[in-house]
Each structure stands twice: as C-alpha cells, then as structure tokens.
Nanobody, 122 residues
Framework: VQLQASGGGLVQPGGSLRLSCVAS????????MAWYRQAPGKERELVAD???????NYADSVKGRFTISRDNAKNTGYLQMNSLKSEDTAVYYC?????????????????WGQGTQVTVSS
C-alpha cells in the first residue's frame, strides 16, 4: 500500500491550489487522513486532518483558508488551499492511518506520501 500526493506548484499570493493524495496497492481502509508541511529550516507541522467520520481539525495558521476533504470511494484525500500566502511555502506531505487487508491477514498501517512542493511567490 502506498500514498501518492500531487497538485503542488508555483502560485502567486492570494491564489489557490488543490492537493490530492490517493492510496493504492491493496484494500486500505483509511481511518484518519492528514496533511503536514515542512518549510526549509523548520520542523514538519500538522496542517489539517480528517477522521473517518469527517471531523476536521486545522492549524490556526490555515483556518478559514484551507479545507480538507476525502472521498472514501476513491480512497483519496484533498487539501483545498485558498488565499495562499508566502508563509505557506513548504513541502506538503499526506499521511494516512488505517487498516490494510490482504488475502489472509490485516494490519494497521501509517503511511506517508512522497511530498509535493508548494511555492507561493510573486
């Protein structure tokens, strides 16, 4: 099972981007999906997360600007980022915790995507 993140890029301040994260490789029931980011010289920080029941949680710095969502049928999570600021520049990582089902066993997993660069600059 692996996560694949996409959707990053270069955008001007005030612009928008939507990140996607899809789980593939086996049957993987995602409980919680999250987005983290890491700016140069800084620690990785939680941006937002969403539970299986669609309860959401946001970092104060992105509240009102970012929206996390998920499509369980597609095993995909999204992060809609609006009103982007230069301080949002970072590598964004998706994270998923859940249960992977194989032919004869199941296991709890925590997966990380490969990271996608978001650069906000004029």
């Amino acid at each position: 099972v692996q996560l694949q993140a996409s959707g990053g890029g270069l955008v001007q301040p005030g612009g928008s981007l939507r990140l996607s994260c899809v789980a593939s490789g086996s049957i993987f029931r995602i409980n919680t999906m999250a987005w983290y980011r890491q700016a140069p010289g800084k620690e990785r920080e939680l941006v937002a997360d969403i539970t299986g029941g669609s309860s959401t949680n946001y970092a104060d710095s992105v509240k009102g600007r970012f929206t996390i969502s998920r499509d369980n049928a597609k095993n995909t999570g999204y992060l809609q980022m609006n009103s982007l600021k230069s301080e949002d520049t970072a590598v964004y990582y998706c994270n998923a915790r859940g249960v992977a089902y194989y032919s004869d066993y199941a296991e709890h997993l925590e997966l990380w995507g490969q990271g996608t660069q978001v650069t906000v600059s004029s």
